[in-house]
């Protein structure tokens, strides 16, 4: 406002009805302007309304950036737990707050990342939930989960993007699948759906994962599954040994049981599948949080990030690999081998050039525009530089369930960041 305004003598107003009044119609009132010399009488001149800006939502299917969402490029924070026993201490450290600070000043290494790309994740799976029922084929199932995290992360190649490819694994088959072209698989009304999706900014990759059903026969699994997820995020902290946590995932996984046509069956722990630590561009890190008790006694460390996901199972609690492969991700070690096959060499450029480390399926190369490449695939796998992952599944007639969250180990707390009001 023009500082003159305050001098003079306001307006009659005219009587508007309350309605019309609200906050934010004040700022667009009209405002007076001394247009005149001194000593004369001077003349009021009304500046024009200025339109209030509407803020910004998202539309249904998500398509609407996070930048636009978020102007100020500050993104959510999750759900904040304190450490237990010894370090709870860091909750109040100065020092550890200073370090917190300056991380948030760090671009590369800044919390604001790993946020935004939460906060994609929580938007699309949200939308998810809602759109998902049995009669969809689960190829469109993933290219709409797909294509609601690209727009929302607003994917930029390695800058951001999708962090892996969207797992969408039906009942006894408990992770890495995703349909290639040509799945005509239709969703099943009484099918057990697992729906792992990963988003990543600047090499931060959140990973979180939920199960669906469609009746209430396995309701028991998900509450047990969940439960056991909750008690390893709970669990988990600095110095935390992974053998130790796998003790209490376990714990709380097999207090459950699920009834089925009038028998009690237990929920076991997939024994070989585990959560693990998330390194920048690369989705398992080398930690590993097994789900049945172990004598690991490697440490948690300030700073890490860990994807804390359990896997329960009415079967025998153990999977095998089985089934046509569709997960690929070139390794942080591959070796520098003399490729024969031009058609190798040409597509490992756009595997370096597209997703680096991160894991990608055969629907991202068509989608690029790649065809024919099987063969030159295979061949990088043969040679040791690219990694094939084959759907990991239990004993068939058994159902499965996952939940998975990113968790941070900040200096002063733990912060669940993929955290939301779903589960």
């Known amino acids: 406002m023009v500082v003159d305004v305050k001098a003079l003598q306001p307006e009659k107003q005219q009587d508007v009805p309350p309605e019309q ?16 010399q001194a000593g004369g009488e001077g003349k009021k001149k009304k500046k024009k309304k200025k339109p209030k800006k509407k803020k910004v939502t998202q539309t249904d299917p998500p398509r609407i950036g996070l ?16 450490y237990k026993d010894d370090n709870l201490w860091r909750t109040t450290s100065e020092e550890k707050r200073y370090i917190e600070r300056e991380i948030m000043n760090d671009p590369e290494e800044t919390y604001n990342n790993i946020r935004r790309a939460a906060e994609v994740h929580r938007q699309v799976r949200q939308y998810a939930q809602r759109f998902i029922k049995p009669g969809m084929k689960m190829f469109d199932i993933a290219e709409q989960i797909e294509e609601g995290s ?16 969207t797992g969408v694994s039906l009942n ?55 439960a056991a997820t909750n008690t390893g995020i709970r669990e988990a902290g600095i110095d935390v040994r992974l053998g130790e946590l796998a003790g209490y995932i376990q714990e709380t996984m097999e207090s459950y049981e699920v009834e089925i046509d009038g028998k009690l069956i237990p929920v076991k722990p997939i024994e070989n ?59 942080q070690d591959a070796p520098r081998v003399q490729l024969r096959l031009q058609t190798a060499k040409s597509l490992l450029k ?17 989608r690029l525009g790649e065809s024919r490449y099987l063969l030159a695939l295979n061949n990088l796998v043969q040679q040791g530089i690219v990694e094939s992952y084959p759907p990991l599944c239990d004993v068939r007639g058994s159902m499965t369930a996952q939940f998975e969250h990113t968790i941070l180990l900040r200096p002063t707390r733990k912060e669940v960041v993929s955290r939301g009001d779903d589960y």
């Open 67 to 82: 930048s636009k969402l978020f102007p100020d490029g500050n993104f959510p924070e999750g759900e904040l737990q304190d």
């Open 172 to 226: 006894h088959c408990a992770a890495h699948y995703t349909p290639n072209a040509g799945d005509t698989k239709i969703l099943q009304q009484g099918d057990v759906l697992k729906v792992d999706i990963g988003v990543q900014v600047k090499g931060r990759i959140c990973d979180s994962a939920f199960t669906m059903t469609f009746d209430h026969t396995y309701d028991k699994l998900l509450e047990a599954v969940k």
């Open 21 to 36: 009044h609200d906050s934010d119609e004040e700022d667009a009132e009209e405002e007076a302007v001394v247009d005149g």
């Open 273 to 331: 599948l585990s959560g693990h630590d998330i390194h920048r561009y690369k989705i398992h890190g080398g930690k590993s949080i097994m789900l049945v008790k172990n004598d690991d006694p490697t440490k948690m460390e300030e700073g890490e990030y860990f994807a804390v996901e359990t896997f329960g199972s009415t079967g025998r609690g153990r999977v095998v690999e089985e089934g046509e492969v569709s997960h690929y991700a070139k390794r």
């Open 350 to 366: 756009t595997i370096d050039k597209n997703f680096g480390t991160i894991p990608f399926c055969r629907r991202y190369l068509d």
């Open 150 to 165: 690209r727009a929302l992360v607003e994917a930029d190649g390695l800058e951001s993007g999708i962090g892996f490819p």
